[in-house]
């Protein structure tokens, strides 16, 4: 597998309850290269088909881990996302090597995750407990994100 070259930032939305965090999440980047997962369930160390998503290939470019829970342990997180291709464990299924998606976490919880050193440079943080807009314009415009619009 091949180390962090010059993949994307991973993103954590963080802040309060109800403030806002899932919707902007699914406003900027639901679509159909998008997958969502409960973080509440979630758990990369003891399940080891955790991102088994799909039948076919896993053909996402952004992976949403919402309402993660307080004690979640990042650190299973950081040999499957800080490379620029990750192995999805398939249940029945050969094991696949796949483009690492872009990883983002919605939680109220990111003190953990934030105090350790290295990976803020990984991560834009935006803090939902502030005004989040001048943030997520300010990723909208370094990562090019480009939202489609559902209107017609």
């Known amino acids: 597998l091949k180390n962090t070259g010059n993949m994307k930032k991973h ?8 403030t ?14 998008t997958a969502f997962i409960n973080g509440k369930y979630f758990d990369v160390e003891n399940d080891y088909f955790a991102l088994d998503l799909c ?3 896993f053909n996402y470019e952004t992976l949403i881990i919402d309402d993660i829970k307080e004690n979640f342990k990042y650190e299973s997180l950081y040999p499957t996302f800080f490379r620029n291709e990750m ?3 398939r249940m029945y299924r050969e094991t696949e090597v ?3 998606p872009r990883l983002i976490i919605i939680t109220n919880f990111a003190q ?5 050193e290295s990976l803020k440079s990984r991560y834009h943080v935006i ?8 943030d997520l314009m300010k990723l909208i415009k370094e990562e090019k994100i480009i939202i489609k619009t559902h209107w017609e």
């Open 11 to 18: 993103i954590i939305f963080t802040g309060s309850e109800l």
């Open 127 to 134: 803090d939902f407990d502030k005004d989040p807009v001048a």
């Open 55 to 57: 039948k076919e290939h």
């Open 112 to 116: 953990k995750l934030l105090s350790v």
């Open 20 to 33: 806002g965090k899932t919707l902007f999440a699914k406003m900027i980047f639901g679509g159909e290269k």
């Open 87 to 89: 192995m999805i464990n």
């Open 98 to 100: 796949i483009k690492t």
